[in-house]
């Protein structure tokens, strides 16, 4: 499924989200000049589970959140971020919103590492963190309306659906590939977007009756 917008307006801009996705877009444009050069590129700012359990490289869990692997994946981490990027960042304001980004997509890392051990091979790519703003989101706007484009055999069709059953479904997927790839080296971490996933929606839990009082508008 495709999300194209929710229904819930931003209260205000959301700067934070908008920087975001400016320098992980403006990263990957430098990845495209560096043509052959990329792949040293590519391991020396992407995350290696061997090199962090080993103390080494310890930057490349910030880093390896700006590199990407290719056009469809910093599209679709960067679709994902816009539209449910602004109003967790009106929940959790400017700050807070950067600092629930870095922690999820840092469990994310870290659920990663724990069923990578000893892999020598980079991890990069925004979707940790993203999964985490995918996670608040699920708590504080459960009910909010998602418009997305979803498969029916073999026919593309738009539907407006639950915030909590987009979500959830999209949960529940990367939970079953993420069990299929336990040994198998799939080339995706969903276990990556497990963490961040489990890591925004503990932190939204956590400011949630605070978000309430102080925002104008009901958290779902």
């Given amino acids: 499924m495709i999300p194209i917008k929710d229904d819930i307006p ?11 996705i400016f320098l992980n877009v403006l990263v990957f444009i430098y ?29 490349t869990l910030i880093s390896s959140m700006f590199v990407h692997g290719g056009f469809w994946h910093i599209l679709g981490n960067m679709l994902y971020l816009w539209i449910f990027g602004d109003n967790v960042e009106d929940a959790f304001g400017h700050i807070g919103f950067l600092i629930m980004y870095l922690i999820s997509g840092l469990a994310g890392s870290a659920i990663h590492i724990l069923t990578a051990l000893g892999s020598k091979v980079p991890t990069i790519g925004a979707s940790g963190a993203i999964s985490g703003v995918l996670g608040a989101y699920f708590i504080l706007y459960p009910r909010a309306q998602v418009l997305a484009l979803v498969p029916i055999f073999f026919f593309l069709r738009f539907m407006a659906l639950p915030a909590f059953l987009f979500l959830g479904f ?13 040994g198998g080296g799939a080339g995706v971490a969903f276990f990556a977007h497990i963490g961040g996933f489990i890591a925004g929606a503990l932190l939204a839990l956590l400011v949630r009756n605070r978000i309430r009082r102080r925002i104008r508008y009901e958290i779902y």
């Fill in 31 to 59: 990845q495209l000049s560096l043509g052959r050069e990329v792949n040293t590129f590519i391991y020396y700012f992407g995350m290696i589970p061997r090199d962090i359990l080993l103390g080494h490289n310890l930057y």
């Fill in 170 to 182: 999209w949960f529940i997927l990367q939970l079953l590939y993420g069990a299929g790839s336990i």
């Fill in 10 to 20: 931003s209260q205000k801009k959301p700067i934070t989200t908008i920087i975001l």
